[in-house]
């Protein structure tokens, strides 16, 4: 641009340079470890999560639902099967389409307990029956009880006769 007056005098041209960009970011998730570290796409420790765009950008997430507040600090894993929102939002305003993820964060050690026969009971004969029951402090159920008659050296599955081994025999 350049201004000129009544006199005469005429400004000196000046110039800006304008970037057009019509292209929505895209928004890269990434976990660490990198893929789930448990059986059946579980992780078994905590992860973190993190984000990448294409572009300068900021990148909005929340767990589980598209409404509700948008965050954009480092996300906070929660146990238990969750899904992630996210998307991303570049200096020149334009929209990325919301992403999701699921992820699924199981901590915690399964227990189970020999409820029959009793510890320190005597029992006689070939056969006899073990039962007992077992449960997931974490949120991914309990897949297979085994039992050891030999002090560990040998293990047996036994038999789910419940929801998710809940009892066994």
Do not use: C, M
């Amino acid at each position: 641009s350049r201004a000129k007056d009544n006199a005469g005098n005429l400004e000196t041209p000046t110039s800006i340079t304008v970037n057009v960009d019509n292209t929505a970011p895209t928004t890269t998730l990434t976990t660490t470890p990198a893929t789930p570290n448990g059986e059946n796409s579980w992780f078994k420790t905590t992860p973190s999560i993190s984000f990448t765009t294409s572009e300068s950008a900021t990148t909005y997430h929340q767990w589980d639902s598209t409404t509700g507040p948008w965050l954009t600090t480092s996300p906070i894993v929660p146990a238990g099967t969750h899904t992630i929102y996210y998307y991303s939002i570049d200096t020149a305003g334009n929209i990325e389409t919301t992403k999701n993820q699921i992820i699924k964060v199981d901590t915690g050690i399964p227990v189970s307990n020999i409820t029959s026969p009793l510890n320190g009971a005597y029992i006689k004969g070939a056969a006899y029956t073990i039962t007992g029951t077992s449960s997931d402090i974490g949120s991914s159920n309990v897949s297979q009880v085994e039992i050891s008659t030999n002090n560990g050296a040998t293990w047996n599955l036994v038999t789910n006769t419940g929801v998710n081994y809940s009892t066994w025999s």
